[in-house]
Structure formats: C-alpha cells, structure tokens
C-alpha cells in the first residue's frame, strides 16, 4: 500500500505566479489535511477536506491560499501571486477517518521556494 | 489558545546514552498528546501518542514518554540510543474537540556520536 504522495517534491516560482501542490492520499483514506511548516518553525495545520467538502480552513491564509479535494483526483493547494513569505514546506496528509485514535500519514512534502 | 514548546533545537548524544526530548504544553483543556519523528526528506511517522489513557506511553523503536498533568509536560525517552535514531523529532497537542488538527512544537533535532 503506498503512502501518501505528493509532487513536486520541490517547486521553485518567481513572485506573482501560482503554485499548486498536489496530495494523493493513502489508498482508502478520504481525510486530507495539510500543514505548512516555516523554516524554523513547527508545522502549522492549514485545512482539513473530505472528498469535495472543506471541513475546517481556520489554519488558511485569508487570501490568495485555496484548497480542494475532488470526487476524483488529488487534493490539490493552490497558491496564487506567491510572494517571498510563501516559501515552506507544505506537508499533506490523511486518514482513514477523524477520530483521534486514527493516525494522520503524512507525505514526504513540496518545498516551495518564491524567488 | 493551545501551543507546544520543545526545548533544545538540538540534542547530541553518544551512541547506547539515555536520549531524552523535552516537550511542555499549554491547554485549557485535555489535551491529546503526540511524537512524530521525521528523517530527511520523508514525511512525519507517529512515533506514540497519549489519549487520556496510561500515562506512560510505550511507542515504536524502544521509545517511551510520560505525561505528567502537573508539570504539562510529555518529554520522549529512549533508554539506548542508536544512530538510526538520528533524526528530527516533534511534539504535537491537539484538542478532542478538534483532534485532527494537530499544533506542532518547533522540533528537536537528535544526533548521535558513535
């Protein structure tokens, strides 16, 4: 059973242009979540989908930050007009269902750097 | 407002030493209580986690960490340390209300002297 992937593993945009990272979850797994991780910092929750809902976006920046996970397909992140600030690691990851005794598998993560 | 400070960005320790890895919490609530561990360029792996159950919590590869409600702290142990344990490690917390949504600690950064 293959883990959760994401692509790019590594992203690199110039400021004003889009970034979408993708994250396939694990075969089985219809919770998606995903978190940015700041150099230095710990990783901080973005957004919690299900197949074609978004449950919680309280973690996602007011603008230019959207999240979708389609009845078929990838969730998909998608960063417009990025800027500098932009550049982290974003980590995807998923669950079989939300309950705390269901382990959230991450991804390998984009790092995304904003020239 | 829930956070996780891990103290030490950077622990060393010789190989067969006692790795210890600090975490303190602050809730208002119960919280839920977790170690991730991640090696280079792979995701996050679960390495135990504490829900109000036992508070001593045995994990994978010999790890162990005991939560302590008085001090709000839940600090990782290994009794023997290898040099696959080298390896960037984090405390999360999260609420039972909101559980999937996990708040990471800054992370600790082991090595391992042979």
């Known amino acids: 059973n293959a883990g959760v992937m994401q692509n790019p593993r590594h992203l690199v945009r110039r400021r004003g242009q889009e970034a979408r990272l993708r994250c396939s979850p694990m075969?089985?797994?219809?919770?998606v979540y995903w978190y940015r991780q700041l150099p230095e910092e710990g990783l901080k929750f973005m957004v919690y989908?299900?197949?074609?809902?978004?449950?919680?976006e309280s973690g996602m920046p007011k603008e230019r930050f959207s999240a979708e996970f389609p009845k078929e397909g990838p969730s998909i992140l998608r960063i417009q007009q990025v800027v500098r600030g932009d550049s982290a690691a974003y980590f995807c990851?998923?669950?079989?269902?939300?309950?705390?005794?269901?382990?959230?598998?991450f991804g390998p993560g984009t790092r995304l750097t904003v020239l | 407002a829930q956070s996780v400070t891990q103290l030490g960005s950077h622990v060393s320790v010789s190989e067969g030493a006692l790795v210890l890895l600090r975490c303190n919490y602050s809730s208002s609530v119960p919280p839920y209580l977790f170690w991730y561990v991640q090696y280079p360029n792979q995701g996050l792996q679960l390495l135990l986690k504490?829900?109000?159950?036992?508070?001593l919590v045995k994990g994978i590869n010999g790890f162990e960490a005991e939560f302590k409600k008085s001090e709000t702290s839940f600090h990782l142990t290994k009794p023997s340390a290898h040099m696959s344990d080298a390896a960037e490690y984090f405390c999360a917390v999260s609420r039972m209300d909101s559980s999937y949504k996990l708040i990471f600690g800054s992370g600790t950064r082991l090595l391992v002297r042979p």
């Open positions: 990851a998923s669950s079989p269902t939300t309950g705390v005794l269901d382990e959230q598998f």
């Open positions: 075969k089985g797994h219809s919770h």
């Open positions: 504490y829900t109000s159950a036992a508070t």
């Open positions: 989908l299900q197949k074609e809902n978004i449950i919680d």
